[in-house]
């Protein structure tokens, strides 16, 4: 055996052995990333899948909501929310939220 070919061997013999990781040890950045969160607590905790309706009230009458309460008009909403339907204000869709004008002054 020639020089160069022992001084491969032993070379590769000693990179091998110092290329071994601790199985514990994550093998991706991503995973590393991902293992540093989850330590700092920076990770939003998994939401339960909710089947429930989240407002209450009828789902096929749900056209604007005041808090949780469903309501079918928005006349129904307003009156409850604000006394009037002039003072209400409806935001969005699916169901609208309704909220009260705020008078400047």
């Known amino acids: ?11 590769a013999s000693c990179a091998s052995s110092s290329m071994t990781t601790d199985p514990n040890e994550p093998q991706t950045a991503k995973e590393k990333q991902l293992r540093e969160a989850k330590e700092k607590g920076e990770l939003d905790a ?32 307003c009156t409850k929310a604000c006394g009037s339907e002039k003072a209400c ?8 939220a309704v909220s009260c004008n705020r008078k400047k002054g």
């Open 1 to 11: 055996m020639s020089l160069r070919a022992l001084a491969l061997v032993v070379l």
């Open 46 to 77: 998994p939401r339960a899948k909710s089947t429930a309706w989240d407002y209450a009230g009828d789902r096929k009458d749900c056209f604007y909501v005041v808090g949780r309460r469903c309501f079918k008009t928005q006349k129904a909403a």
């Open 89 to 96: 204000k409806t935001t969005g869709a699916g169901p609208a």
